[in-house]
């Protein structure tokens, strides 16, 4: 017994080794910038990514997220080489100049002109081939970006990033519908010079939007942005199901019937996002808890298909910053380590998120077991306690009636 009992405290101590061994994800996002191309420089979301659609893809909210948490970390220098790369592609698409961004870049230096956009080459039909949503334009993107970009401002970096926001806000507006109910639709998908409109609307862009307009009326003081700001947050709160106790995914292609989808990025982002939120809509999490958790994680949503390794983080991050224990969460986020110290998408093979692919609606979207961007971000952002939708290491806070 004496034998067994030492046998397992020296494996015990040599788990916490491991553990304490593992580099912090702030240091390991530090890394990854370091070993890009020097100057404003977009990051690849998927690196170890071979073929297809996620090889050589530097998606537009990856590496928003990514600012933000290098912003969270200390390291605004190296933040601003992303944000610079956004402010390039701003200036020198190929063909739009109305202040939207693209989906997706090209991994590596945004020295180029025209930005390189992503894409790989075909070899059956001999010719260069572009993902139609990464070329595309979606609002929760911009959304993140200009959060982003006024994370750089409020650093003192420099009033160009304020400025970048502002410009991403002028054209985000155009996409406001006034279908009941009212709020932001998807975008476009597609590229120039007609691309497809989408006029559904999400719950998760129009929580990131509420976020992104309210720091850049705080930023430029320009109460147009408070107004637009509200009206995302409307939005969201319409799509409270009580019954439920959660939030629809947003609404279908007619822009008023609900999508029921349950996805859990829907359930955290409003608390993260909106003031008061997490007092309102509190019973969100026990539904997150009650259909999604899986293995001590949480899933994409109700199916269960594995592990979620960012949206797990992004609870993680919120119950963090609720003032509830967060370890069984940030466990099954260890889990996912990748050999480098990155972390792996997914525990599974692939995890459906419930959704139509829409470059082909008879799949479904999903993430794979591949170290993905993002997923190192958001734990950069829970070990900081950093919330991005605020820029501070707080929930957002109710302010008096105006």
């Known amino acids: ?11 015990l101590s040599l788990f916490a080794s491991a553990a304490s061994a593992a580099p912090a994800p702030c240091d390991v996002l530090e890394r990854t910038i370091a070993q890009a191309p020097r100057g404003p420089v977009f990051l690849a979301s998927f690196p170890t990514a071979t073929i297809g659609a996620l090889h050589g893809a530097a ?12 912003i969270g970390c200390g390291r ?20 739009w100049h109305d202040g939207r961004l693209r989906n997706a870049y090209q991994p590596g230096s945004a020295a180029d002109r025209p930005i390189k956009l992503s894409g790989w080459w075909d070899d059956k039909q001999n010719r260069w081939v572009e993902d139609p949503y990464q070329v595309g334009s979606d609002t929760g993107n911009m959304a993140w970006a200009m959060l982003a970009l006024l994370a750089l401002a409020r650093d003192g970096q420099s009033s160009k990033y304020r400025d970048g926001a502002v410009r991403i806000a002028h054209w985000v507006e155009r996409n406001f519908d006034t279908r009941a109910p009212q709020g932001f639709m998807g975008g476009t998908f597609g590229d120039q010079p007609s691309p497809q409109l989408d ?47 959660c939030f629809a995914a947003g609404t279908t292609e007619d822009g008023a019937t609900r999508n029921t989808t349950l996805a859990l990025d829907a359930q955290i982002w409003p608390l993260l996002a909106i003031p008061g939120a997490t007092t309102k809509y509190r019973a969100a999490l026990a539904t ?115």
Request: hydrophobic fraction near 45%; charged fraction near 20%; aromatic fraction near 8%.
């Open 1 to 11: 017994m004496r034998v067994f009992a030492a046998a397992l405290i020296f494996a």
């Open 59 to 70: 998606f537009l909210y990856d590496n928003a997220v990514a600012t933000v948490a290098l």
């Open 76 to 95: 605004s220098q190296d933040a601003a080489r992303i944000g610079d790369a956004m402010l390039a592609a701003l200036d020198h698409d190929r063909h």
């Open 199 to 245: 006029r559904w609307k999400a719950t998760e862009h129009n929580a990131d939007l509420a976020a992104a307009l309210a720091a850049l009326a705080a930023a430029t003081g320009d109460a147009h942005w408070r107004m637009r700001s509200d009206q995302a947050s409307a939005f969201v709160i319409a799509m409270w199901d009580d019954k439920c106790k």
């Open 288 to 402: 997150v808890v009650r259909r999604m958790s899986v293995k001590g994680g949480l899933s994409y949503g109700s199916a269960r298909g594995g592990i979620w390794t960012e949206g797990t983080e992004q609870a993680a991050l919120l119950t963090k910053l609720m003032g509830r224990s967060q370890q069984r969460l940030l466990a099954a986020g260890e889990r996912n380590r990748a050999p480098d110290g990155s972390y792996f998408a997914t525990d599974a093979l692939s995890m459906s998120t419930g959704f139509d692919l829409e470059t082909d609606p008879s799949q479904r979207r999903a993430y794979f077991r591949l170290p993905h961007l993002a997923a190192l971000a958001w734990a950069a952002l829970v070990q900081q306690g950093f919330n991005p939708f605020t820029g501070t290491k707080t929930l957002p806070v109710v302010t008096p009636a105006r």
